[in-house]
């Protein structure tokens, strides 16, 4: 027993010398590490051991051995209480979570069980590649090899914890160097994205470089705490602080205050915000200040960021597959309209094949079996359109290069050629010293028309240049001009160009693409149209047009000139107009332009109706359908007037503006809206979904100047909420309503905006090069069903303008693919959002045209 009394008793000294020296070089290694900044693990965060833990890494393997922090220090200082095998995930020296017990646990002797029964003593064996291991005592190496090993891992420790220190620091660099490129960021509030009604509460902004996405679906929102990377330097800061506590090594270690800290904060999000392209900076402040702050990548390690890496090559290679220019093999249309090709009015084979043409057939809609995929070549001298207001007054000459308007109509003030400008002094044939001197003209004749109150949706046939539209803008009056497409070579094209809304069509056989009872007033000045031939079929077009109660304005010779022609046309449009049961309210001759226009009102009621003795014209059959407008035939007849309090036509519309933000009266609670919701309900939660998105977003956050854009158009319009968001911006908007989804164009007129029906499977009538921004919302995923993706993006970018921008809003896979036709076309990815299934594209069109042109 005395022998067994001396071992034990030199065992124990020898053993209490090594554990002073290891708690010793910590102590000092430790209280080091602590004094550095670089200790202080996540910028802005500092966590106790038992806090980041809570913390997962997949960086890290998390084996048996690697678990809690707080472990991890205890297992380089001391051995485990009970073996790793029993027990791996709690080590011996646990630091209770805030590391104020680790120093009193690491002063005592360590024992542990093994297989072979209880042991006396031990030393740590220093961890490979990182990872921390408890070891029994050699069975070799005696206590003289446990004490030296004791002293080797000490030395080996400090030179490890100094690499680990300048290791972690470059990684830290890199780190911040990504997360810095990437637009690093937090994210506070939850984020939606309504597939259905495409909300965009909140999102994941992707950064697009080079044409090239960094990063999509894998893109994440930072948690509210950054993420931070269990590394053997955190080990041994761990480390450390379980041998000294953590209040006092926190207290060693100047922080920055609250305030600083916000402030540092602010300074880093702005210089992360700064260095994003194209407005994306703007999205993100904007966000910022609604929902919080958001971001496109997220801080995360090295091999999180590998990952993304592999998938997003991965993408890129789909992407290129499916959206090289050589993959697609765009070509030039050939054509014979050249720069001004529309392919519905322009189908030279379809035209050749009619019987006749005396009722325009020639002008109207005929559309090729397959929708073309070549693209239209730009005018030579093409630039960027001149702004609106200024752009009302002149155009660029190569932009239009059309002069024959200009000899025919020069002396009329239509259009003029004045160097490298086109210039339109404002006149038009029955209005040659301007359209605003008549338009104070018509207001002054007949007060109760009330320009921009009671008349704020007008249709103007036969249009021009559309000088009467584009003047009525001061009144707040909305004006779509109708031409047909080269009866007066390009007049509907100088009218997009000026920025005035206008579309190519014809009064022929068929109706226009318009709901009945939606026009406040309709207007001709001279516009050459025989409303009174074949029974005035083409006059009752415009009874279908006109609103119960609204205004038909003829300025015409017909009204003021005594050639028998003109008396002719005069004494069978007063039989006609009675016929109907049109007031004629007021008739005058201008003394200035020396021209006369008479001013006709429609009945709001069916009591003249009644009273006709001679049934010409007839009313229609109860089963035809006057809202029915898309490729139906003109019939000579009169629809009746609605007399239900509750059906739309039997009321006026509210007064602009008010008109605008109210549902329609006829809107009621047992409908339901196109969103699931009562129709009143639906229209109000749709108009306000809309201006948040267009407040917050559109308008603050795309990268869009706003000040390029005049002629917008909205491609998928629901109520019409888009273009009521935008209503104080200086733009105009053609809502279209497509032919397979709810029929809600009549509630867009109703509250005071304008649009028509259209099949996006085909053309839409108007010029090349017509608008400044298309948005689509969630039309495309439901095209598919119908027809092609391909042909629809093509038609967009016929009718786009150079730089102009497309914004889609859709499931995720539709806009993946569209983003993969725009990239080939050279177009310019501004921004991709995504979240779930559903994403979000932004995307500037360029100048770019292929030089090869298709064979016939």
């Known amino acids: 027993m005395a022998l067994f009394d001396r071992n034990q008793r030199q065992r124990s000294s020898l053993c209490s010398t090594a554990t002073v020296v290891v708690f010793v070089a910590l102590c000092l290694v430790g209280l080091w590490m602590m004094s550095s900044p670089e200790t202080v693990p996540a910028a802005g965060n500092v966590k106790k051991p038992a806090d980041v833990v809570k913390e997962e890494d997949s960086s890290i393997d998390a084996t048996n051995n690697v678990k809690q922090d707080s472990a991890n220090v205890v297992a380089e200082t001391a051995a485990a209480t009970s073996t790793e095998d029993e027990n791996p995930s709690k080590l011996a020296g646990d630091t209770k979570g805030d590391g104020g017990g680790g120093e009193k646990e690491a002063s005592k002797d360590q024992t542990f069980d093994d297989e072979n029964g209880r042991t006396e003593g031990g030393a740590l064996v220093k961890p490979e590649s990182g990872d921390e291991a408890v070891t029994d005592v050699k069975e070799s190496g005696g206590l003289e090899q446990a004490t030296v090993e004791g002293k080797d891992a000490v030395d080996q420790m400090t030179t490890d914890s100094m690499e680990t220190v300048a ?265 040659k010293h301007g359209a605003l001197h008549y338009i104070k003209l018509i207001q002054s004749s007949f007060p109760e028309m009330a320009w921009g109150r009671r008349s704020r949706v007008v249709l103007d046939v036969g249009c021009g240049v559309a000088s009467f539209g584009g003047y009525l803008f001061d009144h707040d009056v909305l004006t779509m001009s109708l031409a047909p497409k080269d009866e007066h070579e390009a007049q509907v094209q100088f009218a997009l160009e000026r920025g005035i809304p206008a579309i190519s069509a014809v009064m022929g056989t068929r109706r226009l693409p318009f709901p009945s009872n939606v026009f406040d007033v309709v207007h001709c000045a001279r516009c050459r149209v025989p409303w009174h031939i074949e029974g005035g079929m083409l006059l009752l077009e415009l009874n279908r047009l006109l609103r119960p109660g609204g205004f038909f304005v003829w300025s015409a010779t017909p009204v003021y000139q005594k050639l028998p022609e003109d008396v002719e046309i005069w004494d069978e449009m007063m039989k006609l107009t009675k016929a109907m049961c049109w007031e004629m309210v007021c008739k005058m001759r201008d003394t200035v332009d020396q021209v006369g226009l008479v001013i006709f009102r429609l009945p709001a009621d069916n009591a003249c109706y009644k009273k ?125 309503v497509t032919i397979n989804s709810p029929d809600t164009l009549p509630v867009i007129y109703e509250r005071g905006l304008f649009g028509i029906y259209h099949d996006w499977c085909e053309s839409f009538s108007t010029y090349p090069r017509s608008y400044d921004l298309l948005h689509a919302d969630h039309l495309f995923s439901k095209l598919k069903t119908r027809c092609k993706v391909l042909p629809v993006i093509v038609e967009v970018d016929r009718i786009l303008r150079p730089n102009g921008k497309l914004v889609v809003r859709d499931d995720k896979e539709t806009v993946d693919e569209i983003k993969g036709v725009v990239r080939s076309l050279k177009w310019e990815v501004r921004m991709t959002v995504s979240k779930n299934r559903e994403a979000m594209l932004c995307a500037s069109k360029t100048t770019w045209r292929p030089t090869e042109v298709e064979a016939r």
């Open 167 to 431: 290791m972690d620091k470059t990684s830290e660099e890199t780190t911040a160097t990504d997360a810095k490129e990437s637009g690093g960021g937090t994210a506070k509030n939850k984020q939606t994205f309504d597939d259905e009604n495409g909300k965009l509460d909140g999102v994941n902004l992707v950064k697009d470089v080079d044409n090239k996405t960094l990063s999509e679906e894998s893109a994440k929102p930072l948690a509210e705490e950054t993420t931070t990377t269990v590394s053997t330097k955190d080990a041994i800061v761990a480390a450390a602080a379980a041998v000294v506590p953590i209040e006092t090594a926190i207290s060693e270690v100047k922080l920055p205050d609250n305030g600083e800290q916000l402030q540092e904060d602010q300074k880093q999000q702005q210089q992360q915000l700064e260095e994003l392209p194209n407005g994306q900076a703007d999205l993100l402040t904007e966000r910022a200040a609604q929902n919080g702050s958001f971001t496109t990548q997220a801080a995360e390690s090295i091999k999180e960021k590998k990952k993304r890496a592999e998938k997003k090559k991965g993408k890129d290679k789909k992407a290129a597959a499916m959206g090289g220019s050589e993959s697609f093999g765009w070509k030039l249309c050939n054509s014979s309209a050249g720069a001004d090709y529309i392919p519905c009015l322009d189908n030279e084979a379809a035209i050749k094949k009619l019987k006749t043409t005396k009722h325009y057939e020639h002008r109207e809609r005929h559309c090729p079996a397959d929708p073309p995929t070549c693209l239209v070549p730009a005018p030579e001298g093409y630039r960027d359109p001149i702004r609106w207001p200024h752009s009302r007054d002149k155009i660029w000459y190569h932009n239009v290069p059309h002069t024959m308007l200009a000899a025919y109509k020069g002396h009329q003030n239509w259009v003029k050629v004045s160097g490298e400008y086109l210039t339109f002094p404002g006149g038009g044939t029955q209005f």
């Open 612 to 736: 006709r003795r001679q049934k010409e014209p007839p009313l229609c059959e109860p089963s035809d359908d006057p809202n029915a407008a898309w490729n139906i035939t003109l019939r000579a007849c009169m629809h009746r007037v609605p007399t239900d309090p509750s059906v739309r036509g039997s009321q006026w519309p509210e007064q602009w503006p008010e008109r605008l933000e109210k549902a329609p009266y006829w809107l009621n609670s047992s409908q339901v809206g196109v969103y699931g919701k009562p129709a009143p309900d639906d229209f109000v939660a749709d108009y306000e979904h809309w201006k948040k998105v267009v407040h917050s977003s559109y308008l603050a956050g795309m990268g869009i100047d706003w000040r390029t854009v005049r002629n917008v158009m909205d491609m998928r319009a629901v109520y019409g909420g888009f273009a009521a968001a935008l209503r104080d911006m200086s733009v105009w908007v053609m809502n279209v």
